[in-house]
């Protein structure tokens, strides 16, 4: 079964840092872009961060850089999502995608699979 699946959301205080985690199963993520994005409460869904495939290269929203941090572990076949600094605008479902492409509006340019998400609240 080809799945792609998060963890660590929850609930934090603004100010506060949370750890995102995009496991695969039933499919090697080392030849895929991977990427990260968010849907706020009536909002559309954007573009949070990017990794290639080696993990050399990365890119972020300017709203979450110096704040967030992608990463990936080959061995564990993961890609995390650090972060930092927390505000109530970073509230939303996050998901991960894996697919092909480099595009500076939408990261991977082809989406092959999508993880389900899972919900950051930042709230006092």
């Known amino acids: 079964q080809l799945q792609l699946v998060e963890s660590g959301g929850g609930l934090v205080q603004p100010g506060g840092s949370l750890k995102l985690s995009c496991a695969a199963s039933?499919?090697?993520?080392?030849?895929?872009?991977i990427g990260w994005y968010r849907q706020a409460p009536g909002k559309e869904r954007e573009g949070v961060s990017c990794i290639s495939s080696g993990g050399t290269n990365t890119d972020y929203l300017d709203s979450v850089k110096g704040r967030f941090t992608i990463s990936k572990d080959i061995a564990k076949n993961t890609v995390y999502l650090q972060l930092n600094s927390l505000n109530p605008e970073d509230t939303g479902v996050y998901s991960c995608?894996?697919?092909?492409?480099?595009?500076?509006?939408?990261?991977?340019?082809?989406?092959?699979?999508w993880g389900k998400g899972v919900l950051v609240t930042v709230s006092s």
């Open positions: 039933g499919f090697s993520l080392d030849t895929y872009v």
């Open positions: 995608a894996a697919g092909r492409g480099w595009g500076l509006s939408r990261c991977p340019r082809a989406v092959e699979y």
